[in-house]
């Protein structure tokens, strides 16, 4: 709304599961319940904007004091005073170790490097110091990209005139979960972990580099909506490696009650009507023009306030049960 966009029937359509009673938001009751409690975000920029979400509903009970981010303000930290309650915000958009090479502007100017058996320590480093963690992978996991194991390069993705074997995206994804949940089954300290799901973009006529829009302002209807191919690859990465392996090596255990999935699949890519779209700034559009397609669109981040609250709708749900 404040950059512009002119219709507001997306605000009003809210997620209802068949089989629970999924209430709104209540900021009140999760901040009584995280009294003196540290949480921590741990993906991309789609991790970022759950985290905005999230802001949203509990300023309207207090707002918080940030008190630290990085040069880059992808990294960030707010403290709730009244509640000793903290939201830590990490960036590590493939959650292994990466070297990424970008200009000012965000362009890439070389190969993504990616290092498969080495976790980002920037999250890892921090882990001991959170009750709760939610944490996701995302589309950062697509791009070009050359990966290494044990010192070594063993291939890549698309990496054109390199002479290297084509692994590609769904071999890193599989490895990159493999350690993400390695390491979160055998460290001693054991926070409540949300494994968030993947979170699916509404590209139409085209992609983020080539003129996709989306200008839909109804959810989806029943079979209007066809799954992507990619969308179902990641999405079954996800669950092959969360409930065959994370799951099942921590059924014998106690602690298998502290791995959850968030799964936020469903419930969003009914929702092309919520992205950002070409409001990602104010007036968007060139001067004189009123053509959306002259404009990038942004059909993978949502709007704030919109279809990501109910993302915070299930987490409460999901602490409050626990």
């Not at 915000?89 to 890439?108: A, M, V």
């Not at 139409?204 to 992507?228: A, D, H, I, Q, S």
């Amino acid at each position: 709304m404040m950059n512009g966009r002119p219709d507001m029937g997306y605000l009003h359509w809210t997620w209802k599961p068949y089989q629970c009673d999924l209430q709104p938001f209540d900021g009140v009751r999760f901040l009584d319940a995280m009294r003196n409690k540290a949480w921590g975000l741990i993906g991309d920029s789609i991790l970022r904007n759950q985290v905005q979400s999230l802001l949203c509903l509990l300023s309207k009970v207090e707002v918080p004091v940030e008190v630290y981010h990085d040069k880059e303000f992808k990294n960030r930290r707010w403290h709730f005073q009244s509640y000793n309650f903290t939201i830590s915000l990490i960036w590590t958009p493939f959650l292994i170790k990466s070297e990424i090479f970008e200009n000012e502007h965000g362009e890439s100017t070389s190969e993504i490097q990616l290092h498969l058996d080495t976790l980002d320590t920037i999250w890892t480093n921090q882990y001991e110091s959170f009750d709760y963690v939610i944490i996701s992978g995302g589309q950062w996991f697509l791009k070009t990209a050359v990966y290494w194991e044990k010192g070594k390069v063993i291939g890549c993705h698309y990496c054109k005139n390199k002479n290297l074997i084509e692994l590609g995206f769904e071999h890193l994804y599989h490895r990159s979960l493999q350690e993400v949940f390695r390491f979160i089954i055998s460290t001693k300290h054991k926070p409540v972990v949300f494994f968030r799901t993947w979170s699916p973009d509404h590209f139409e006529k085209g992609e983020w580099f080539n003129g996709g829009t989306c200008n839909r302002v109804l959810p989806y209807k029943k079979g209007e909506y066809t799954e992507g191919s990619m969308e179902r690859v990641m999405r079954g990465i996800e669950l092959e490696e969360f409930n065959n392996k994370a799951i099942s090596v921590l059924s014998s255990s106690d602690d298998v009650e502290k791995l959850k999935l968030l799964d936020t699949y469903r419930l969003s890519y009914l929702r092309p009507d919520g992205h950002v779209g070409i409001y990602r700034t104010p007036n968007p559009f060139p001067k004189g023009s009123k053509n959306a397609a002259s404009v990038q669109n942004d059909c993978l981040h949502w709007c704030v306030p919109g279809p990501i609250d109910a993302w915070n709708d299930l987490i409460l749900k999901m602490v409050l049960d626990s």
